[in-house]
């Protein structure tokens, strides 16, 4: 990566870049963490959907009983738990392990797991609260104006409030995008992390903001390009027929379903997972250098390193 400001192309090359680079230690990340994510997920959609009486009696009966009802809403709610745990915890220790691996890759240094996993493993806690607390805190900020519009029940108020709490929420999540970042690679606190993160992006939201949808919906396509032909092949090899996974029901969902279906879903994760955190990182690198001149002391870090492998 050019030790400059950088634009937004630069950006996304330089996250593809790290990726190939250092594929050994990303792949080693990346397919770890989505196998094991990927096999929980599964068991959990089996044992509480795929197996689920309950759920069954609802797409099955037009007026299924209360007791039904209830029990299909604990199984759901049993695996968007569990699932929902599992993907939070694998993005907090990809984006910790990914993070470091991006910044020594910056220097031209090169950074296997073991070394990833010490300089990140003190900050994975930091990091698991700072991941909760910003969703928290957009969700917060929609919820929050929409909830006391619907008090005085005038329709228009409600459509007002919805819209501006969407707008103070997506302006919240800009203001903190960076906080991960800084967390991981200053040693910062929780708050200090997010405090750090509204400094770097003051003066640069619609830039960072830009970015950050840029690469949303490139991951998002690339996703839907590997996992939709994926979860259509599973129908078919489960005997499902093509047309299952747009109207498949949740009886659909074998073993043979979510093995292959996961291999496309593991897939994804491999691919965007690095990558989303290569431009979260490169996005803060660049904003440092923009604001305080950080080339100049990588620049030197650079030529140190240099130096001692010379040497």
Do not use: C
């Not at 965007?272 to 990182?281: E, F, K, N, R, S």
């Amino acid at each position: 990566m050019p030790l400059r400001p950088l634009g937004i192309g630069e950006i996304l090359d330089g996250a593809v870049s790290t990726a190939r680079a250092h594929w050994r230690t990303v792949l080693t990340i990346a397919l770890g963490i989505a196998i094991v994510t990927e096999l929980i997920s599964a068991v959990a959609t089996h044992t509480w959907i795929g197996d689920s009486s309950s759920i069954a009696a609802l797409e099955d009966k037009p007026n299924p009983t209360d007791e039904e009802i209830r029990d299909a809403l604990v199984d759901l709610t049993a695996v968007l738990s569990v699932t929902g745990v599992v993907t939070i915890l694998g993005s907090v220790l990809a984006t910790a392990m990914l993070t470091i691996v991006v910044s020594r890759a910056v220097l031209g240094r090169d950074v296997t797991v073991g070394e990833a996993w010490a300089d990140s493993r003190s900050r994975l806690a930091r990091l698991l609260g700072l991941v909760l607390l910003v969703p928290l805190i957009s969700i917060l900020a929609l919820a929050v104006p929409l909830v006391l519009a619907a008090l005085t029940d005038q329709v228009g108020l409600v459509i007002i409030a919805a819209i501006g709490g969407t707008v103070l929420a997506t302006w919240l999540w800009v203001r903190f995008s960076l906080a991960a970042p800084a967390l991981m690679l200053e040693r910062q606190g929780v708050i200090a992390a997010l405090r750090r993160s509204v400094k770097l992006v003051r003066g640069s939201w619609w830039r960072v903001f830009g970015v950050q949808i840029l690469v949303l919906t490139l991951l998002t396509v690339v996703g839907g390009i590997i996992e939709i032909p994926t979860s259509v092949l599973a129908g078919v090899v489960a005997g499902n027929g093509a047309d299952s996974f747009f109207q498949g029901s949740a009886t659909d969902l074998t073993w043979t379903y979510l093995a292959v279906a996961g291999i496309g879903s593991v897939i994804s994760s491999t691919i965007t997972l690095p990558i989303g955190a290569g431009v979260v990182a490169l996005l803060y690198i660049d904003q440092r250098i923009r604001r305080e001149a950080l080339d100049l002391e990588l620049a030197r870090a650079a030529g140190v390193a240099e130096q001692g492998r010379e040497s």
